[in-house]
């Protein structure tokens, strides 16, 4: 497969997702899900003119590019100019949200003063493996490449200038491809178009659409379908779409912040908007899953993988979502998701397809079942609805029921399964998965209480949540203590991550946010966050996770910046909260998008663009700063 690591745009509806790079390279298609199933190994766009080789239009010496949403959308514009042949192209990319296609649409104008002859040629390269061999089909002008599950087709209303259905990358360069067979067995084909001579001043338009189809359709009902697709309007399939996400926009934008009155503000509502555009592209709206991302680096030449729901970064992104009126997906979230992704035990693996199936996971995390507990309460109080307590709470019971087991482990020092820190790279027993602990059992003891009511006929049950929030009292108790005794260094005079190697780590922050088990200005957290500041703070002001971390060359975290900003708010230290947030600010990129890291060097991203963990926190902090 072609190694992509970058994401730079995203568009999408409820079933399909596309991901594109900066110069308009489709980069990824999935279908049914926003995380599964990807199809595309390589896209290729290129024209011909005037009897030119391929001018590949997201890979040429000579092009100059742009690119930009269609104002408060998903809708992606793409301007390509050719400086050799003075030839501009916009490429629009956009799915309407009520048809599984991508609509590619091109304009191309010509500046040059002689006639251009455009060919415009399409290769499709579709990922293909044992068990799924892609093969290609041409039938009624329409390119299909079907594999067991599923068919892609492309089309056009204008009549294709030729086709190739076999092993088209051998010859595509030269600028024309040529087809004999009907049908064959490649994983890439190919299709172009002849735009026609457009003289100087002019301009010419194609619209080409790409639809997914899975196996329930036989290859009758799909044509069937392509030629229906065929007639539609693509004018208001594009007016609706733009309508759609402008008010979809309007209906989330919750938190009422001023007009910007300078480039920063105008830059924070950008980074604002698209994160409320973003959040729907990473939720399955079938089960209530929620993608951490959209997918890169499909061989793990770097990481593994991004394109799951982990129930902990799930539950910062459910946070956010609340702030901006998304409660019925957040709600969905916990009693669908949640519940059916739950084990017998109680515990929540590590991470899961967002169609609920378990992920490829390589390790037990306590926190992942500490944070779904912590979550539920969480949501509760922006709603304060105690009948969603009530239909939550044999979940959390079984789940808390795991966490103690684990928690008396701890104590009494027995042998136990060893769990990995958040940032899953080390196994050991961590602050961080013990405060996550310590507020899962908190939130019990408030959901207990919330939920008595319902139980008022009931003196067994009544007596039974009694008894429990006492005992889970006294394991709040014991928690502290073992935070205390065995985190905090007398040494270092502050806390540090784990017994093993005592290192300073972002995540200490959460004994104070979201956890609460400190206050921010106890001398120890003082200490701690002063010691934060000496040893994870880089010449740019951005923070690194933990001391040491070289993770893809080690950089600073949009989080790990956010995270010590609701430190500082929880401290009433604005000023300092501030200067967190703009380092975030500045690292957007030009849509708006948050990266998983920042490069100290060139302060662009340096690794995963649009990740809903950063989205969501800069969502909370903005709330607390800017909102009305």
């Known amino acids: 497969m072609k190694t992509k690591y970058y994401n730079d745009a995203i568009i999408g509806n409820k079933n399909l997702k596309a991901t594109f790079s900066k110069r308009g390279e489709l980069l990824r ?8 199933r990807q199809f595309i190994d390589e896209f290729l766009v290129g024209i011909r003119v005037n009897d030119s080789r391929l001018i590949n239009l997201a890979n040429d ?6 690119q930009n949403y269609v104002e408060q959308t998903n809708i992606l514009n793409t301007e390509i100019i050719n400086t050799y042949f003075n030839l501009k192209i916009v490429q629009t990319d956009f799915i309407p949200m009520n048809e599984n296609i991508l609509v590619k649409q091109y304009k191309l104008i010509n500046n040059n003063n002689i006639n251009l002859d455009v060919d415009l040629l399409f290769h499709s390269k579709l990922l293909s493996d044992n068990n799924n061999k892609v093969s290609g089909i041409y039938k009624n002008q329409v390119l299909m490449q079907y594999i067991h599950d599923y068919t892609i087709a492309m089309f056009s209303k204008n009549v294709p200038l030729s086709y190739q259905i076999n092993n088209t990358e051998q010859n595509i360069n030269e600028g024309y491809i040529r087809g004999k067979d009907y049908v064959g067995m490649s994983s890439d084909s190919s299709i172009s178009y002849n735009i026609g001579v457009i003289k100087p001043g002019e301009e010419a338009k194609i619209n080409v659409i790409i639809a997914v189809y899975d196996s329930k359709k036989h290859l009758e009902e799909i044509e069937e379908e392509n030629n229906r697709l065929k007639k539609i309007e693509i004018s208001k399939k594009y007016q609706d779409t733009k309508k759609y996400w402008r008010n979809y926009l309007k209906q989330h934008n919750k938190l009422n912040l001023l007009e910007p009155i300078n480039e920063k503000e105008k830059k924070i509502k950008k980074i604002y908007e698209r994160s409320i555009l973003l959040f729907p592209l990473l939720y399955n709206y079938e089960t209530g899953g929620i993608s ?9 030449t770097k990481c593994g993988r991004y394109s799951y729901c982990w129930p902990r970064d799930a539950i910062f992104i459910t946070k956010a979502m609340c702030k901006l009126g998304m409660d019925k997906e957040v709600e969905k979230f916990f009693k669908n998701f949640c519940l059916n992704t739950q084990s017998k035990n109680g515990m929540w693996e590590q991470r899961f397809y967002t169609d609920g199936k ?35 709470l044999k979940m959390c019971e079984k789940g808390v029921s795991f966490l103690k087991k684990y928690i008396e482990d701890i104590l009494n020092e027995n042998k136990m399964q060893p769990s990995y820190d958040i940032w899953e790279e080390c196994e050991n027993i961590h602050n961080y998965s013990l405060s996550a602990i310590f507020s899962a059992f908190e939130a019990m003891i408030k959901i207990n209480e919330k939920v008595k009511p319902f139980y008022e006929n009931n003196r067994l049950k009544l007596e039974q949540i009694t008894k429990n929030n006492e005992e889970l009292k006294t394991y709040l108790v014991n928690i502290k203590k073992y935070i205390l005794n065995h985190f905090y260094d007398k040494d270092k005079k502050c806390f540090v991550r784990n017994e093993t190697d005592k290192k300073m780590d972002i995540s200490l922050l959460g004994l104070v946010y979201p956890y609460h088990i400190f206050l921010p200005k106890e001398k120890k957290i003082e200490n701690t966050v002063e010691r934060i500041n000496m040893t994870l703070r880089t010449y740019t002001g951005g923070y690194l996770r933990y001391e040491g971390d070289n993770y893809i060359g080690g950089n600073p975290w949009i989080i790990s910046n956010l995270w ?3 430190y500082y708010l929880e401290a009433g230290i604005k000023n300092k909260a501030r200067e967190c947030f703009d380092f975030v600010v500045k ?34 902090v903005l709330d607390k700063l800017y909102s009305k």
């Open 61 to 66: 010496i000579n092009n100059v590019y742009s």
């Open 587 to 620: 690292s957007g990129n030009e849509h708006g998008f948050l990266p998983e890291q920042v490069d100290n060097n060139t302060m662009d991203a340096a690794w995963v663009i649009g990740l809903g963990w950063s989205h969501a926190m800069f969502i909370n």
């Open 358 to 392: 378990l992920a490829p996971s390589w390790g037990y995390q306590i926190d992942e079942t500490a944070s779904v507990i912590y979550g539920i309460y969480d949501y509760y109080t922006y709603k304060k609805d105690a009948k969603f307590l009530k239909d939550n």
């Open 29 to 36: 298609l999935y279908y049914p899900n926003i995380d599964f």
């Open 292 to 300: 951490a991302a959209a997918e890169v680096d499909e061989e793990n």
């Open 564 to 566: 010590l900003a609701e």
